[in-house]
């Protein structure tokens, strides 16, 4: 059965806070807006990020020469002498990113000159540059209540509200701007993006098509367009807008990065490569860039390259939390758990508060089979974030790992109380309920999974499964059937039904399916080992073979094709190979107990006795709970004359199981053969009790009564039987 984890729980982290050029970019619509402190608060970010200095440099002057001219405009407009100084020193310490002083002098030259909206304005900017949102809309009412005329004190409100995810509030100023001058394209395109942070991405389409109708040679406004029709799916629609950002100004790194992401998800990951690689000439200091070609290269399963490309992304921003979990990611997916986790460490040093860290290393955690300890990290994620449904997924199937059935089941319930549109979590619960032999229930979750996604095959394969094993086969044929409608080139799908149709004894149309099975995916030894078991059934036993030795050929480490092997030999009374391949079975895998018990059956059929008791022993030592193995160690030393310590064994056999209606019967031949008759009539009559429908037993005690001259009676079992 397939339990699925979800797997977007272990996808690579692409959050991270926007990079330098992504601000800069944002802040030329501000600046166009005459926003210079936005500008500002950019540039002391960006020195923040400590990327490569020319670039940061370069940029920098660039955004101060724009801010500077855009300061200019305003204390020109102001027009008011006397607060010239005041102003320019506001401006200087606004541009230093020393806010609390320019706040100051905003007062001040408020106090001058109260009527001027342009000073409200400009302090609202700086208040949002501190994230003092709330402040920020306070000083823009004011300076709408003195101008109500002009459009930009609408229009940065509207972003401030933006800022804030006061969405419908923040397109109503955009409105009020847009309204005051239609003329001013940035107002469309910003209206445009808000939409697209509400998911209205038809409206968000339109929007964008006015703002490149005012004004077509601004790139920004087709890389929008872009960006909308990626997110509606419209892949091939998105490339072409993005092709003619490019055109427009081909120097933005960004356009091309975002080309690339769009066509990742048309998974045509070589050709992302290429646009990443444009992205990384234009802009070499954007980490980003580098950690998205890495996440491609991992997508391309092309680790190492992933690698070498997270640790460039590190180098340029060691500070980003995110970069050292999708190394650990990669990690993961290479096997090299221990490295692994010394990256999820790193991520959760740098930012201890983002839970996916902590689930993450949980799963590695888990594939390391250190179960305890995932438990331990998946609470931690919990408690980080305890909206998050996939955290007690998670948990759960751990738990379920751990046998810990109960529990596991608790934590579906919670997954699916969460999120309980995630048909997974039913799916994954029918599992667990199916383990625990609670089959009514299981078909119930299997239902509920179907019902939530009916195109997922592993659900109707998984209650196929369950269906099989209450032997409700032409039911469990059904559901195979929809699993391979929906998924036809799942070769596991086929082989189920063969299975399916075996257990049936439709024995030649399981052949069919498990030849499809072949035809889908030939590489699988395990599809070649299920056809030969089916052959050895209908005595085609050379082709059994054959089919045996083609999965020993592909996968020469599974020990069950070395022991079915062996069974066949042992069915055409090769015994000697039969032997052999026991041996390798065993070789292979040393603990366990059924090919140590097969080979010692075969010794005693062959009256190698002393042998067969050796590999008695060692099958028991594996397995002391089984009772057959004690049973036919009985039955053996019986065969040696050893009766009294057959004895014991048999007694071992009957407390293993003492429902087992053969240990009494194979007692009751021992206790006759030692002359025992009253005793052995007993253990007689127990295995009759125990399987009165065995007439062995009702033949071998007329069998005793006759040893004991007691025909009449004998006769009387006779005719019972």
Known sequence: ??????????????????SPQKKLQWSTVLIKQQNPRKSAQLIQEIQKLGGNETMTLDNMNELKETVNCDDLTIQNNLGLEESDDKLNKAIQLDNNFRYEEALLCYDLAIQKNPKDPRLFNGKGATLSNMYRFEEALEQ??????????????YYNKAITLDDMDRYEEALKYYDQAIKINPVDADYYYSKAITLNNMNRYQEALQWCDQATKI????ADYFM????????????EEALK???????????????????????????????????????????????????????????????????????LAISKYPEFAGYYNNKALTLDKMKRFEEALKYYDLAIGKDPEV???????????????????????????IGKDPEVADYYNNKALTLDKMNRFEEALKYYDLAIEKDPE?????????????????????????????EKDPEVADYFNNKALTLDNMNRHQEALQQYDQAIKNNPDDADYFMQKAITLDNMNRYEEALEFFDLAISKYPEFAGYFHEKGRTLDKMNRFEEALTYYDLAIEKDPEVADYYNNKALTLENMNSYEKALKYYDLAIQKDQLYA????????????ISRFEEALKFYDSAIQLNPENGIVFDDKARTLNKMNRSEEALEYYDSAIQKNPENADYYNGKAIALQKMNRFQEALEYYDQAIQKNPKNTEYFNNKALALIDMNRFEEALQYYDAN
């Not at 823009?140 to 004190?153: G, L």
């Not at 367009?225 to 509606?232: E, F, G, M, S, V």
């Not at 667990?432 to 179907?450: D, G, P, S």
């Not at 059924?594 to 059929?605: D, M, P, Q, R």
């Open 1 to 18: 059965m397939r339990k699925k984890n979800k797997l977007q729980t272990n996808k690579l982290s692409k959050k991270k806070q926007e």
């Open 140 to 153: 823009y009412n004011e300076a709408i209540k003195i101008n109500p005329e002009e459009s930009k004190y």
């Open 215 to 218: 004004n077509p040679d601004d």
């Open 224 to 235: 929008e367009k872009a960006r909308t029709l990626d997110k509606l799916n419209r892949f």
């Open 241 to 311: 807008y993005y092709d003619l950002a490019i055109e427009k100004d081909p120097e933005v790194a960004d356009y091309f990065n975002n080309k690339a992401l769009t066509l990742d998800n048309m998974n045509r990951h070589q050709e992302a490569l290429q646009q990443y690689d444009q992205a990384i000439k234009n802009n070499p200091d954007d980490a980003d860039y580098f950690m998205q070609k890495a996440i491609t290269l991992d997508n391309m399963n092309r680790y190492e390259e992933a690698l070498e490309f997270f640790d």
């Open 355 to 381: 839970a996916d860290y902590y689930n993450n290393k949980a799963l590695t955690l888990d594939n390391m089979n250190r179960y305890e300890e995932a438990l331990e990290f998946f609470d931690l994620a």
């Open 422 to 450: 995630i048909a997974d979590y039913y799916n994954n619960k029918a599992l667990t309920l199916y383990n625990m032999n609670r089959h009514q229930e299981a078909l119930k979750y299997y239902n509920l999974a179907i």
């Open 594 to 605: 059924i090919y140590h018990h097969n080979s010692a059956k075969l010794l005693e059929k």
